[in-house]
């Protein structure tokens, strides 16, 4: 397990690891145990407890240098907050607990589940993905989280289940974008079947070691590493398995713009600007970009016979 910085500069007074669980850190790290984490239960209610021990997987390797965190954390899309980049001010005043996802659909077993309940039953670990998205600029970062994999191991769906829809909270409280009714909230974002079961589909529920901050989708967000970013959600509050084709958000809003697949491909232009290079967040530096932004090896298969499909953008 390598040791994670806890950064100063960005942590709210909610934020702030209540004592308890520091001192039930030490007590853990002291007994060498990795079973006797302290229970949620003990923190301060709407606090957001440590990320549990967990160690990093190298399989996937970003072949980058890894975006500064503050750029990552404080340049953001989360239309829910608002459209500009500015957002992590505003996001600051979603409560990230208690917070329950639904997992629903055409499984075996649906369930809900109070987000550390979840935590405890899945397998954490940290992959450092690249994340493209449309509008050409790019960020490469440390995630924590699990495969949605091993999260459908658990609830079990069922054959007729062909589509994965990933819809994000609508808090009207504490969103100010959803006062912008042109928009078909909630934001929702879907994938096949294929897709979610792939071993690169990622729920992050961390980013740098620490709990996944409100701006960037927390307290869980789903990772199409090889897709737009627009295909990530935010802030999950169901995932439903299903037979149709989920209507996602940026395909309604802008279909000509914005298709299902979204996959990276420079080849391939947006009708307003081309997808040949990618700006790195915090720096000046112009990269090209790489089709299914690098992950091809893994992910190319998937979309074999599917020639006929608008793969791209
Ligand atoms: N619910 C929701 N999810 C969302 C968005 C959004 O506006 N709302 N923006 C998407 C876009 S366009 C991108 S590029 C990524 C940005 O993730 P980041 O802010 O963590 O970099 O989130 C995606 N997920
Ligand atoms: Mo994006």
Redesign the pocket.
């Known amino acids: 397990m390598h040791i994670h910085r806890r950064p100063g500069w960005n942590r709210p007074e909610s934020e702030v690891t209540p004592r308890e669980w520091v001192m039930g850190r030490r007590a853990l790290i002291g007994a060498g145990a990795m079973l006797a984490l302290p229970t949620p239960g003990r923190a301060q209610l709407g606090a957001v407890p440590p990320l549990p021990p967990h160690t990093r997987n190298d399989r996937y390797p970003a072949g980058r240098a890894l975006t500064a965190e503050r750029e990552?954390t404080t340049?953001?899309?989360?239309?829910?907050f608002g459209s500009h980049k500015g957002i992590w001010r505003e996001a600051q005043r979603m409560p990230r607990r208690p917070w329950r996802l639904a997992v629903d659909g055409l499984v075996e077993t649906p369930r809900e589940f109070d987000i550390d309940e979840l935590i405890r039953l899945m397998p954490i670990e940290e992959r450092i993905y690249r994340?493209r998205?449309?509008?050409a600029w790019a960020?490469t970062v440390p995630w924590s989280g699990f495969p949605l994999k091993a999260l459908m191991d658990l609830v079990r769906p069922l054959g007729s289940a062909r589509y994965v829809a990933f819809q994000?909270a609508a808090l009207p409280a504490v969103m100010p974008g959803l006062r912008q009714s042109w928009f078909p909230w909630p934001?929702m974002?879907g994938c096949t079947i294929a897709e979610a079961a792939h071993e690169l589909t990622f729920m992050a529920i961390g980013m740098y070691g620490q709990p996944l901050p409100a701006?960037?989708?927390g307290p869980i967000?789903v990772l199409f590493p090889w897709k737009?970013?627009?295909k990530?959600?935010?802030?999950l509050v169901r995932i439903t398995f299903q037979e149709q084709r989920p209507a996602t958000?940026w395909a309604t809003v802008q279909p000509q713009e914005y298709g299902f697949w979204a996959n990276v491909n420079p080849a391939v232009p947006h009708p307003r600007w081309s997808q040949a290079t990618e700006r790195l967040l915090g720096t000046q530096e112009r990269v090209p970009t790489v089709i299914w932004n690098g992950y091809g090896e893994w992910v190319a298969d998937l979309y074999r016979g599917l020639e006929g499909e608008r793969l791209f953008a």
């Open positions: 990552a340049y953001n899309n989360f239309y829910e994340l998205c449309v509008e960020m994000t934001h974002e701006q960037n989708g967000r737009y970013g627009f990530s959600g935010k802030s958000f």
